[in-house]
């Protein structure tokens, strides 16, 4: 089941108990002092590094240039020994550091060993004013100015001290000064903290590490790299940099690996919703049916009978609602009291309809069971019970049914990423999964192995229940406290100790679906801990490589993987992410949590269409600004990783979520060449459907000739950044106009408003207007 990240911090503020050290050592920090003998200066091809031993504060002079400050002091000055040109030990109070310095390229890489656990607040960037603009790996990347002030508000708000890997989807950022740009690669990430400071009126990145226990002898290592005024620059040096270190898996090696990755190319991402076997449209004759239901419902030896028994007393006020309708003088049946008898039912079959264990798992999980108990007893039950009142039992369902996939084929997709958020509906389908993959759609259910619940905890999810051993095999924290589950439910669960647990419930529900891909929440987010559990202590890095191999098993029984975030400590194991072209945000704006507002995005009910994912809203416009805003996107993910991994939105900020952003979201998937991502059902094909196919036919030939190609290069053609332009591997161009008017491009030609050309080699531009696509019908 999907949650809503803004229900719990996970995204930004650490618990206390990690965030209260951190602070109090980025407290440290004093005035630049001279060390005794005088810093360390090593040659760089762009210029020299001076870093002043005793401080660690770092400077950059370029060849005949002036010196300019990089990083701060990162503590009063402390005592030198052991110097040579590469290296010196530093203590000062108990601590005690070795640090390895070296040229490496164009970079200084600087590399701190302590002999104790300790935190170290280094580096901090010095002298803000001095820099214009930061390209910032938030998600897909931002460039931000660096004196506006509502960004500034927006960053100190948002990127309060809390986990690199969680802050940044790549660890790495630039900022760009006069004449150049300094990129700060973090080539060590884990138990590293990263925020956004105040200072003078400028945002000030810092970082901390904390040297742990858990990892004794753990070097840290930064890379301190002067490059072009470019802000593209961090992204192409974090590219190089994983590929010399082995860290890159190109989508071509993963699809000469499992040849279904390939089926990711022009394929829009949909969730599809349908919360149990039948919706309101498998009754063919609505008031013969609920009459029906009503005469047989004290008949204990008839289905209808049994689930009256089995109902609630909100599912038995569903059954009288319905009872009403028909008794009238039509016996029209509500739409409403459809939707909620079918919802009764459904919550009602599973104790009305016995189901045979098959091999049960822990947390009350039995698959194969689902799958024979839908196609067996089930069918058999409702079929015997209300016969030809309802349509074929091969065609049930509202979300994932043969149905869907028939109009989607209908439709003119030809590609689809298909999942379902809740597995079971899969397993009630099969007949549905067998066609969709015929069709040539790739097939998965959603899962997470992050939260686990005990078993009687009120308001669980079926993905968080694993069994009593689990629920009871959080991570535990230094202070010995259990680190709690998403949503302050449960716990989170250990990566390692969930790891037998979650390869068989892996296994058993893409074998008893025939999945042929599998999305993991939580994993790829960047969300990672330490773990003190005696008998289990694991560091942040352990925990990650447990993560990469949930990730890689999954990939191994020849599933499409993808999961949340995609940050790029896990891209080698994943081939698609959701929450990277649009991360979370909607806890930082209060409006859209207030039903009383006219920004209000939604709740989970009813639970076929949730408001949340369904509804369309506008954006405020003072949050559109930092989150939509295209004058302040990036594509830095895409320079490093485009040819990697298949980005796209976050599945509670869909492509059709926000209805004032449409045109601008439509022409961002277009200039990155990320698909988009959507909801549907039942209730909703004749309303969405004819948009998703007339977009699709512009994007997916765009995204089928460059999702395996690197991003080699990105434009701002126009002093207001609203003409765009990005080019891939193969030559092709993306031209954008966000601009509500015409423009013209450099060399004379004129886009229309909110429009894309698109420019293969050898082919003749296509102008793509988003006005005409969203307005134009299905065909």
Same mark, same amino acid.
């Given at each position: 089941m999907m949650f809503d990240a803004s229900m719990v911090g996970r995204w930004v503020v650490p618990p206390a108990w990690r965030l209260a050290p951190v602070l109090a050592v980025l407290a440290l920090a004093g005035p630049a002092m001279a060390a005794q003998d005088g810093p360390v200066v090593l040659a760089a091809p762009a210029g020299e590094f001076r870093i002043d031993p005793a401080t660690l504060a770092v400077s950059f002079r370029s060849a005949g240039g002036d010196e300019t400050a990089l990083a701060v002091p990162a503590m009063d000055p402390g005592q030198v020994t052991d110097r040579t040109s590469r290296g010196w030990h530093l203590a000062m109070g108990g601590d005690a550091f070795t640090i390895e310095v070296m040229i490496d390229g164009e970079a200084l890489r600087v590399s701190i060993r302590s002999a104790r656990p300790t935190t170290l607040p280094w580096p901090q960037t010095a002298d803000p004013v001095a820099i214009t603009t930061y390209a910032m790996p938030f998600g897909e990347g931002s460039s931000i100015p660096a004196d506006d002030p509502a960004w500034l508000a927006w960053l100190t708000r948002r990127y309060e001290p809390a986990s690199l890997t969680e802050q940044l989807s790549m660890p790495f950022w630039t900022e760009l000064r006069t004449g150049r740009s300094i990129t700060w690669l973090v080539e060590t990430p884990f138990n590293t903290w990263f925020a956004v400071v105040e200072d003078a009126g400028r945002a000030r990145p810092?970082?901390?590490?904390?040297?742990?226990?858990?990892?004794?002898?753990?070097?840290?290592?930064?890379?301190?790299?002067?490059?072009?005024? /470019?802000?593209?620059? @961090?992204?192409?040096?974090?590219?190089?940099?994983?590929?010399?270190?082995?860290?890159? *898996?190109?989508?071509?090696?993963?699809?000469?690996? =499992?040849?279904?990755?390939?089926?990711?190319?022009?394929?829009?991402?949909?969730?599809?919703?349908? !919360?149990?076997? =039948?919706?309101? &449209?498998?009754?063919?004759?609505?008031?013969?049916?609920?009459? =029906?239901?009503?005469? !047989?419902?004290?008949?204990?030896?008839?289905?209808? %009978?049994?689930?009256?028994?089995?109902?609630?007393? &909100?599912?038995?006020?569903?059954?009288?609602?319905? #009872?009403?309708?028909?008794?009238?003088?039509? %016996? #029209?049946?509500?739409?409403?009291?459809?939707?909620?008898?079918?919802?009764?039912?459904?919550?009602?079959?599973?104790?009305?309809?016995?189901?045979?264990?098959?091999d049960p798992l822990p947390g009350g999980h039995d698959p194969a069971a689902e799958v024979a108990w839908a196609v067996g007893p089930l069918r058999n039950a409702l079929t015997e019970a209300f016969g030809p009142l309802l349509a074929p039992p091969e065609r049930w369902g509202g979300g994932l049914s043969l149905d869907t996939v028939a109009a989607l084929q209908q439709a003119g997709l030809a590609r689809a990423w298909l999942g379902v958020e809740?597995?079971?509906?899969?397993?009630?389908?099969?007949?549905?999964?067998?066609?969709? !993959?015929?069709?040539?759609?790739?097939? %998965?259910?959603?899962?997470?192995?992050?939260?686990?619940?005990?078993?009687?905890?009120? &308001?669980?999810?079926?993905?968080?229940?694993?069994?009593?051993?689990?629920?009871?095999? @959080?991570?535990?924290?230094?202070?010995?406290?259990?680190?709690? @589950?998403?949503?302050?439910r449960g716990v989170y669960a250990s990566a390692v100790a969930a790891e037998p647990y979650a390869k068989r419930r892996i296994a058993a529900v893409a074998k008893a679906a025939g999945l042929d891909s599998l999305f993991l929440d939580v994993d790829t987010t960047g969300l990672v801990f330490d773990d003190y559990t005696p008998g289990r202590e694991t560091s942040e890095a352990q925990d990650a490589e447990a993560r990469r191999r949930r990730l890689a098993y999954a990939a191994s029984l020849?599933?499409?993987?993808?999961?949340? @975030?995609?940050?790029?400590?896990?891209?080698?194991?994943?081939? #698609?992410?959701? %929450?990277?072209?649009?991360?979370? #945000?909607?806890?930082?704006?209060? &409006?859209?949590?207030?039903k009383g507002s006219p920004y209000y995005r939604g709740n989970y009910w009813p639970p076929e269409t949730p408001s949340l994912y369904f509804d369309p809203v506008k954006l405020k416009p003072e949050i559109a600004r930092v989150v939509a805003d295209p004058r302040f996107r990036l594509p830095l993910y895409e320079i490093a990783l485009h040819d990697s991994v298949v980005t796209t939105h976050h599945w509670e900020y869909g492509s059709l979520k926000f209805s004032d952003q449409r045109?601008?979201?439509?022409?961002?998937?277009?200039?990155?060449?990320?698909?988009?991502?959507?909801?549907?059902?039942?209730?909703?094909?004749?309303?969405?459907?004819?948009?998703?196919?007339?977009? /699709?036919?512009?994007?997916?030939?765009?995204?089928?000739?460059?999702?395996?190609?690197?991003?080699?290069?990105?434009? *701002?053609?126009?002093?207001?950044?609203?003409?765009?332009?990005?080019?891939?591997?193969?030559?092709?161009?993306?031209?954008?106009n966000f601009d509500t008017k015409h423009r013209a491009l450099p060399g004379g030609v004129t886009l229309p408003a909110q429009s894309a050309q698109v420019a293969a080699p050898g082919q003749e531009p296509q102008v793509v207007e988003t006005g005409k696509v969203f307005a134009r019908p299905a065909k």
């Open positions: 810092v970082l901390a590490h904390e040297f742990t226990r858990l990892a004794p002898g753990a070097p840290y290592v930064v890379r301190i790299v002067p490059g072009p005024a /470019d802000p593209l620059a @961090g992204a192409r040096v974090y590219r190089t940099w994983l590929q010399a270190s082995g860290g890159f *898996v190109s989508l071509t090696e993963k699809i000469a690996a =499992l040849p279904d990755v390939a089926r990711l190319g022009g394929a829009p991402h949909i969730y599809l919703w349908g !919360k149990g076997p =039948l919706k309101p &449209e498998d009754v063919l004759q609505w008031r013969a049916f609920v009459r =029906l239901v009503q005469q !047989k419902k004290g008949d204990s030896g008839h289905l209808a %009978g049994r689930l009256w028994q089995a109902s609630d007393a &909100e599912g038995r006020q569903a059954f009288e609602d319905a #009872f009403k309708d028909a008794a009238g003088a039509g %016996g #029209f049946v509500s739409a409403y009291s459809q939707a909620a008898l079918i919802r009764a039912i459904n919550d009602a079959l599973r104790q009305a309809v016995p189901m045979a264990p098959v809740d597995w079971r509906d899969a397993l009630w389908h099969p007949q549905a999964v067998a066609a969709a !993959k015929a069709a040539g759609y790739l097939v %998965g259910a959603y899962d997470s192995y992050g939260s686990a619940h005990p078993p009687d905890l009120p &308001e669980t999810w079926p993905t968080a229940q694993m069994g009593v051993d689990l629920a009871a095999a @959080g991570y535990v924290d230094k202070s010995g406290r259990a680190v709690t @589950g998403f949503a302050g020849g599933l499409v993987v993808g999961s949340e @975030g995609g940050s790029a400590l896990f891209a080698p194991q994943i081939a #698609f992410a959701h %929450g990277m072209t649009t991360q979370p #945000f909607a806890w930082m704006a209060p &409006e859209m949590r207030d045109e601008t979201t439509a022409l961002l998937q277009l200039l990155y060449a990320v698909p988009p991502i959507y909801h549907l059902n039942a209730a909703v094909l004749d309303r969405d459907l004819p948009v998703i196919a007339a977009y /699709d036919r512009v994007f997916r030939p765009l995204h089928e000739r460059v999702f395996t190609l690197p991003m080699t290069d990105f434009a *701002v053609l126009s002093p207001d950044r609203l003409l765009q332009r990005s080019t891939f591997g193969d030559g092709t161009t993306v031209t954008v």
